[in-house]
């Protein structure tokens, strides 16, 4: 019996990844520098989604063994950057971000990733919106 509900369960976690869903997703940032007195949009990708996570209610070592916290995490990413038009000398005006390539579930490195996402403010401009910056 129990060789017979292999092929399921084998199918079942080949499936979790797709089901569950971490890839590239479109993503746009509004970029602005209160020096620079405008905001630019910019439109890059992202890795977002879902990743297979289990925690077991045993304590000690035993329990760690079952533990699975993975995340959706880059798994290639390039740097571009943009100038910030309007921006007196004194201020920089190069903004770099970044554009996801490739993503995959994975355990988050804390020395490479952010693992806890917290809304900082709204993803709208306060100052003039300039224009639209395609990656």
């Given at each position: 019996?129990?060789?017979?509900a ?5 199918l079942?976690?080949?499936?979790a990844?797709?089901l569950?869903?971490?890839?590239l ?5 509004h970029v ?7 905001c630019?949009?910019?439109n ?6 879902m ?9 000690g ?5 079952f533990?699975?916290?993975?995340v959706?995490?880059?798994q290639?990413v390039?740097?571009?950057s943009?100038?910030?038009p309007?921006?007196p000398a ?26 806890v ?6 993803h ?12």
């Amino acid at each position: 019996m129990g060789f017979v509900a292999l092929p399921h369960i084998l199918l079942f976690f080949s499936a979790a990844g797709v089901l569950l869903g971490c890839s590239l997703r479109n993503f746009t940032l509004h970029v602005e520098k209160p020096e620079c007195g405008r905001c630019m949009v910019i439109n890059t990708t992202i890795c977002s989604g879902m990743c297979f996570s289990q925690d077991s209610n045993l304590r000690g070592l035993m329990g760690r063994a079952f533990l699975i916290q993975a995340v959706c995490v880059y798994q290639s990413v390039e740097y571009r950057s943009v100038k910030l038009p309007g921006c007196p000398a004194h201020a920089d005006p190069l903004f770099v971000y970044p554009i996801a390539r490739g993503c995959h579930c994975s355990k988050c490195n804390t020395v490479r990733n952010e693992c806890v996402h917290t809304l900082r403010r709204s993803h709208t401009c306060r100052l003039k919106q300039l224009q639209t910056t395609d990656q």
